[in-house]
Nanobody, 121 residues
Framework: QVQLVESGGGLVQAGGSLRLACVAS????????MGWYRQAPGKQRELVAD???????NYADSVKGRFTISRDNLKNTVYLQMNSLKPEDTGVYYC???????????????WGQGTQVTVSS
C-alpha cells in the first residue's frame, strides 16, 4: 500500500555533504514515524535518524551534530541532510516508514529500495 523511493545518494569525498530524500506514495490512513537506516556489507542495518509526524527527532550517536532529518508532511517526504561525511558513513541508506492501514486496522513497516552512499578518504 505504501511505496518509498529514495534519491540523493552518490560518491562524495570525506568532509563533503549529501542530501537524501524519500517520497512515500500509495495509500494509508496515517504515517507516524519516518526514518533513515543504513547498512554496510556484513553489518547489521542500523538506525541513522528518525522523525515523528509531529517533528520529534532521534539520531544515532555517530551522526549527531552532522546529520539533520526533516520531513514535509504535505509532500509525504523525509529528508536527510548529511554534512561532514566520513568514510565510516559509507553504506546503503534505506528509507523507512511506519504506516497505519485500515481494513483491517494494522500498522505496517515499509522499506525503500535503498540508495548507495560512498564516502572516499
Amino acid at each position: 500500500q505504501v511505496q518509498l523511493v529514495e534519491s540523493g545518494g552518490g560518491l562524495v569525498q570525506a568532509g563533503g555533504s549529501l542530501r537524501l530524500a524519500c517520497v512515500a506514495s500509495g495509500s494509508w490512513f496515517s504515517i507516524d514515524t519516518m526514518g533513515w537506516y543504513r547498512q554496510a556489507p556484513g553489518k547489521q542495518r542500523e538506525l541513522v535518524a528518525d522523525i515523528t509526524s509531529g517533528g520529534r527527532t532521534n539520531y544515532a550517536d555517530s551522526v549527531k551534530g552532522r546529520f539533520t532529518i526533516s520531513r514535509d508532511n504535505l509532500k509525504n517526504t523525509v529528508y536527510l541532510q548529511m554534512n561532514s561525511l566520513k568514510p565510516e558513513d559509507t553504506g546503503v541508506y534505506y528509507c523507512n516508514a511506519d504506516a497505519l492501514n485500515r481494513n483491517p486496522w494494522r500498522t505496517i513497516n515499509y522499506w525503500g529500495q535503498g540508495t548507495q552512499v560512498t564516502v572516499s578518504s
